[in-house]
């Protein structure tokens, strides 16, 4: 791009241009004020039209306007629209009618919706069509769906035709493979009916859960039924409260210490 500057100092055109060509121009240029010197018509007075011609034939350096360009390159985008010839994108089907494929498979890439994702079939935000469950690869038309478009899908069995007949059942895999069922004709077990017998478990009631047990109440006086005597705490006989204390320290580092060693075995 062309823009006009104002003229700058000798000392940056000096800079720019080099000595050489600053003194190439200063010889050119009093050249042609002699040359204008010596046409000049004589006039009569000193203070006449003579001194004014001698004075704007004086030697001029530089024009008033310079143009500068700057080649300068697009830094953002395409910095030449039009001159690229890349590969093409591979566009088109990648697999054939009664191909076999599993999920994820890429069956067809386009650009626009040329062809719809039909049954068991995906279509990604590039609109391309990919399988969405192991099959047989179907390309078909269904005109209650649509008169005019055209659909890819994917059958589980491969003698299946799309679209499926209006109203029939969904076919779906579940994972499974169908097995003969095997009739056992021993004679049937009869089965005793009537309420659990309680006898022998007395103040057993069900509970929540469905369970039988005895009441809190009563597994607290087991101790008394069965005669166990207790030794009855004194409050100051600390001799006794040290050693239980003793005791219950020990147990509790013996727990720990078998603790570490289970965990050392794993």
């Known amino acids: ?16 241009l080099g000595r050489a060509s600053f003194l190439s121009a200063q010889r050119s240029i009093t050249s042609q004020s002699h040359f204008f010197a010596n046409t000049r018509r004589p006039q009569t ?3 006449g039209p003579s001194s004014i011609l001698s004075r704007t034939a004086a030697p001029v350096l530089l024009p008033a306007f310079t143009q500068v360009r700057h080649a300068s390159h697009n830094a953002q985008g395409r910095a030449n629209a039009g001159t690229k010839n890349t590969a093409g994108k591979r566009l088109g089907a990648k ?10 498979n890429i069956i067809f890439r386009q650009r626009g ?10 279509m990604g935000r590039d609109h391309t069509i990919f399988a969405l469950e192991k099959g047989y690869v179907k390309f078909y038309k269904d005109p209650e769906r649509h008169p005019d478009r055209k659909y890819i ?9 799309l679209p499926y007949p209006k109203n029939a ?7 499974m ?18 309420d659990i017998s309680t006898k022998g478990m007395k103040g057993v009631v069900m509970r929540e859960g469905y369970m039988f047990r ?46 570490k060693k289970r965990k050392a075995k794993k």
């Open 169 to 175: 059942p969904t076919k779906r895999r579940f994972g």
């Open 214 to 259: 005895e009441a809190n109440w009563e597994i607290g006086r087991a101790p008394e039924i069965k005669g166990v005597k207790v030794r009855q705490w004194k409050r100051n006989d600390r001799w006794t409260a040290w050693r239980v204390r003793a005791q219950k320290i020990l147990r509790n580092a013996q727990s720990k210490e078998s603790k």
């Open 113 to 122: 919706t040329l062809w719809f994702p039909g049954e068991n079939c995906g």
């Open 95 to 104: 697999k054939s009618a009664g191909e076999y494929v599993v999920p994820g």
């Open 45 to 47: 007075s000193a203070t």
């Open 1 to 16: 791009m062309l823009q006009p500057r104002l003229q700058g100092p000798v000392k940056a055109l000096d800079s720019l």
């Open 153 to 161: 899908g994917i059958t589980l069995e491969k003698e299946d035709t």
């Open 177 to 194: 493979e169908p097995w003969p069922r095997v009739v056992d004709n021993s004679p049937e077990i009869v089965k005793a009916k009537g």
